[in-house]
């Protein structure tokens, strides 16, 4: 792994960790982590409450949220899995999944990436492309363009269980992109070029779970407009 890489990802883990606990944040050259409150997020499906402090949960069964800034492509999430939602809701596909996700590069709802932890039907990390040159919302892309990535390292995630926490973190640099688990790394690769023909703010997306949880970034700068209703 990279120096800048690994600084950033154990920065961030150190923070996270550190943010339950009421210690201070590390500091470090290459990162300053923050928490992002509900006010720095735009939801364009579902529903996300803030309870306390930046602290954010989620009961519906589709929840898809960007950062209304740019961002650096680094974004974590400090989380505790609460259960199924009260009725499930398909994917696009058709297919039934419980999972929680990081979004990156997020230009709009039909070119994006994302660091996918799937709980049912099967407990994996999954790391994906969805890519449409040229189409910028759901109605015209649907269900297409979606290619996942395979590792060139990866490692197994527990398997979650209503009431446990974890930490999730992910960073590209350039199409290299690295994801950990409490510290730990779980999948490091290469997203080849496909992944850098778009780029936007980092964002968050749950299916058919209920979570609460803290987002975390680095690096907001120049806002960007919050499209409300472009589902993914």
Known sequence: MRPKIRLCLTALSLFVAG???????PTSPHLVPIPIPRAKLCVTEGAL????????????????AYVVAATAQVVGAQFTYLGPTSADVPLGSGEMRRQFGLKLRAKNACNLVYVMWR???ESKLVVSIKSNPGLTTSSECGNRGYRNIKPNRSASIPKLKP???HSLLAEM?????HVSVDGGVVWEGDLGSEALT??????????????EFDFLTEGLGTTVPCHVGEKE
């Open 119 to 121: 709980i049912e039907p």
């Open 173 to 177: 640099n350039g199409s290299e992109m």
């Open 163 to 165: 009431g446990d926490s």
């Open 49 to 64: 409450e803030e309870t306390r402090g930046t602290r954010l949960t989620v009961t519906v069964p589709k929840m898809r």
């Open 198 to 211: 778009f780029n936007g703010p980092v964002g968050v997306r749950t299916d058919n779970g209920r979570f």
């Open 19 to 25: 943010a339950t606990r009421g210690m201070p944040s």
